[in-house]
DNA sequence: ATGGCATTTAAAAAATGA
C-alpha cells in the first residue's frame, strides 16, 4: 500500500497539479495539507471523477487537511481536530482508520516570526500532539503520524542549515519536540529508507531555491513500531517541484507491505 | 538585516507562509 503526504498549497489553485500527480503516482491514501478553502469548495467532485474519495477538515483562507483514499478503501473512526484546547479553531488535523492503520494527517503551525505569540502557539501544539501521540501509540494498533510538521529534525536535513538558524522550523523547541515524539518510539520512516542522504521536501519559490536544490526536510512519516518491519520503500517526488503552478512543497511517499 | 515569491480574499492591498 502507497501511502503519500502533500502540503498543496492552495487545493483549488493546485487542483491541475495534484490531479495529474495523483494519475501518475497513484498512491492509496494521500495526506493533504494546507486546503487553503472553505469545507464547501473542496474540489470533491474532481477527485471523484479519477477514483478518490475524500475526508476533509478546512476552513475559509488558511490551513486545512484532507485524507484521500481509492474507491474500496475501507474508512472509518474519522476525527477532525486535535484534542487538548476547545479555543483552537485552526483545522490541522484529522484522523481515521483506513484499511486497519490509524492514518493521522497534520499541518503544524510554522510558528513565524519566533521568537513570538505564533511560536508560542506551535509549541502548545506540539504538546497536545505529544499526548495524543502518546495516547495513539499505546492502542497497540498500526498508525502513522503524517503531514507537514514545519520542523527541520537535524542539520542533515537542510541544504544550509545557517539560512534557517532564526527560522522557526529550525528552532531548537520545535527540534527538541520531535526528538520527543521519536523518544516515544515513533520512526521517521524516510530517515530510516535513506539514513545518510540529503533528502528534501520544500523549496522557497524565490532566489532559485529548487533550482540549486536548497530546500529542507520538513513532511515526516511517523511510524508506530509495529508497522517497521512492513516498511519497503518510499521517497519524494522531487520532479512535482519543478512543474508550473506548483506547490513549494514536492509530494512523499512510504510503501507499506500488507501485514 | 531584508527580501526574494505565491497564495487567499476581494477588488487594492493586507495577511500568511517558511
Not at 490531479?19 to 487553503?36: N, R, S, T
Not at 503531514?147 to 532564526?166: M, S
Not at 528534501?200 to 508497522?227: C, E, Q, V
Not at 519524494?236 to 517541484?241: E, N
Amino acid at each position: 500500500m502507497k501511502i503519500a503526504t502533500y502540503n498543496v498549497n492552495g487545493v483549488n489553485g493546485r487542483l491541475p497539479v495534484l490531479i495529474k500527480w495523483l494519475k501518475e503516482a497513484k498512491p492509496d491514501i494521500v495526506c493533504l495539507q494546507e486546503l487553503k478553502t472553505p469545507d464547501e469548495k473542496f474540489p470533491q467532485e474532481s477527485l471523484e471523477a479519477i477514483g478518490y474519495n475524500a475526508i476533509w477538515h478546512g476552513q475559509k483562507s488558511w490551513n486545512g487537511v484532507a485524507i484521500l483514499t481509492k474507491n474500496g478503501c475501507a474508512v472509518e473512526a474519522i476525527y477532525k481536530g486535535l484534542p487538548g484546547d476547545p479555543e483552537d479553531i485552526q483545522s490541522r488535523y484529522i484522523e481515521a482508520k483506513i484499511n486497519g492503520i490509524i492514518i493521522a494527517c497534520l499541518y503544524l503551525p510554522n510558528g513565524n516570526p519566533a521568537p513570538g505569540p505564533k511560536f508560542d502557539y506551535k509549541m502548545a501544539w506540539y504538546k497536545r500532539l505529544l499526548t495524543k501521540a502518546r495516547r495513539l501509540i499505546k492502542k497497540g494498533t498500526p498508525v502513522i503520524l503524517v503531514g507537514d510538521y514545519n520542523t527541520v529534525p537535524t542539520e542533515l536535513d537542510a541544504h544550509k542549515p545557517e539560512r534557517w538558524v532564526n527560522d522557526a522550523v529550525f528552532f531548537p523547541e520545535p527540534r527538541a519536540a520531535f526528538q520527543k515524539l521519536l523518544k516515544q518510539g515513533w520512526i521517521d520512516a524516510i530517515r530510516t529508507l535513506y539514513p545518510e542522504e540529503k533528502l528534501f521536501t520544500y523549496w522557497d519559490y524565490f532566489a532559485n531555491a529548487f533550482k540549486r536544490n536548497a530546500g529542507i526536510r520538513m513532511d515526516h512519516f511517523l511510524l508506530s513500531p509495529d508497522l517497521k518491519d512492513f516498511l519497503s520503500g518510499g521517497g519524494v517526488d522531487k520532479h512535482v517541484r519543478a512543474w508550473e503552478k506548483t506547490s513549494d512543497h514536492a509530494p512523499v511517499w512510504i510503501e507499506i507491505t500488507d501485514q
